[in-house]
């Protein structure tokens, strides 16, 4: 029996790397909150991928 792929769903995953992020950087999961130079970093990172 195949697995369909497009399905799977793992909110635990999605929660730890959301948080993980956050605590890497240093900031809070609130918004407007604890916002830093590394926020600009990703973008950084984020606009030199294209």
Sequence with gaps: M???YAELHDPNAEY?????SAETMGVTAKRGGG??????DVQTTM???N
């Design 2 to 4: 195949p697995v369909n």
């Design 16 to 20: 730890t790397m959301r948080e993980l």
């Design 35 to 40: 916002r830093d130079v590394e926020i600009t």
């Design 47 to 49: 606009v030199d991928g």
